[in-house]
């Protein structure tokens, strides 16, 4: 059974950082696509971060330079590091898994088989 669990997220001032975790079973996370996606309420989940099979990364304009995604093959887990947060960060952070090859447009939600239950990142000023 495939599952996905997130931790890590908190309350953290502005220029804090910041690492999520997301670990993974029921499956080899090393061999398929991970990402990792936010959402604030109301609004559309969006794509953050994403890292391929091959170990490729990939980040929307707004944290790059900023966020980095990274797996531990050995836990079976990815984690998105965050550093220099901002308010506008603020969302509740699902990790996801790409487990059956689709379009490859790993920024889609719809690209993703599996995800985690979220857990909350609250930026304050």
């Known amino acids: 059974q495939v599952q996905l669990v997130e931790s890590g997220g908190g309350l953290v001032q502005a220029g804090g950082s910041l690492r999520l975790s997301c670990a993974a079973s029921?499956?080899?996370?090393?061999?398929?696509?991970m990402g990792w996606f936010r959402q604030a309420p109301g609004k559309e989940r969006e794509f953050v971060s994403r890292?391929?099979?091959?170990?490729?990364?990939n980040y929307v304009d707004s944290v790059k330079g900023r966020f980095t995604i990274s797996r531990d093959n050995a836990k079976n887990t990815v984690y998105l590091q965050m550093n220099s947060l901002k308010p506008k960060d603020t969302d509740v952070y699902y990790c996801?898994?790409?487990?059956?090859?689709?379009?490859?447009?790993?920024?889609?939600?719809?690209?993703?088989?599996?995800w985690g239950q979220g857990t909350q990142v609250t930026v304050s000023s």
């Open positions: 996801a898994a790409n487990l059956v090859p689709r379009s490859g447009s790993y920024y889609r939600n719809s690209e993703y088989d599996y």
């Open positions: 029921g499956f080899t996370l090393r061999d398929y696509g």
């Open positions: 890292i391929s099979r091959a170990g490729t990364s």
